[in-house]
């Protein structure tokens, strides 16, 4: 239960501190092919880290050092580069259905 009066809440800003992080502008916030390059690249960076861990345990072990990762953990790492990939791709299908349809409305009128 609230200490405040009801005139003291309606008076406190309750708008969110947090804002989710973007790389855009304001500008193109809300632009479709700007928000999925935005995410292309988060995904495609995320892909290439994990891969890049995991070519070098590979290479460790190869040379009889101790990896980075025990073998469970690679494995999720391993399906979890899968699944971004596979993710990246649906999304990457979306979006060229996306602009299918805007230049088929743009030629239609």
Do not use: W
Request: hydrophobic share 40%; with cysteine; aromatic share 6%.
């Amino acid at each position: 239960m609230s200490m405040l009066s009801p005139t003291e809440e309606a008076a406190v800003d309750m708008t969110p501190l947090h804002e989710p992080f973007t790389y855009l502008p304001n500008l193109l916030r809300h632009d479709y092919a700007a928000r999925f390059a935005e995410q292309a690249y988060d995904i495609s960076a995320g892909i290439e880290a994990c891969v890049g861990l995991l070519h070098g345990d590979e290479l460790r072990r190869q040379n009889g050092e101790p990896p980075v990762l025990n073998l469970n953990d690679a494995g999720k790492m391993f399906r979890l580069v899968v699944a971004s990939a596979r993710m990246l791709s649906l999304q990457a299908e979306r979006a060229m259905d996306h602009f299918e349809e805007c230049a088929e409305k743009r030629e239609g009128t």
